[in-house]
């Protein structure tokens, strides 16, 4: 499993942007499939954005299309969450995980993400 580490988060204005990384350790870090999720106050974490192993596709949740980008540098073995027009209701505290073996797929499912970071939190004021 990785160990993730991510940090980037802070207080924006509604329609602000930030960038959240999120730093990997392991040589097999370019095999896994990775994800963003954020728990926000009173809600169960909730799918964010996914990445495939290889980078060939990406997922987003519907709230977030368009404004959100996941992306990754394999030479830094980071990868970013990229947040623009952000809302008072994007206020949350961000997690980047992994699958749980390399080569899974993309997966939008709490439970198929084996390594979890330690969370970075991201204030939207209106």
């Known amino acids: 499993q990785l160990q993730l580490v991510e940090s980037g988060g802070g207080l924006v204005q509604a329609g602000g942007s930030l960038r959240l990384s999120c730093e990997a350790s392991g040589r097999t870090f370019s095999t896994y499939t990775m994800g963003w999720f954020r728990h926000a106050p009173g809600k169960e974490r909730a799918f964010v954005a996914a990445?495939?192993?290889?980078?060939?596709?990406?997922n987003y949740a519907d709230s977030v299309k368009g404004r959100f980008t996941i992306s990754r540098d394999h030479a830094k073995n980071t990868v970013y969450l990229q947040m623009n027009s952000l809302k008072p209701e994007a206020t949350a505290v961000y997690y980047c995980a992994a699958r749980l073996r390399p080569y899974d797929s993309v997966s939008y499912y709490l439970r198929d993400y084996g390594s979890w970071g330690q969370g970075t939190q991201v204030t939207v004021s209106s």
């Open positions: 990445l495939s192993w290889g980078d060939y596709s990406t």
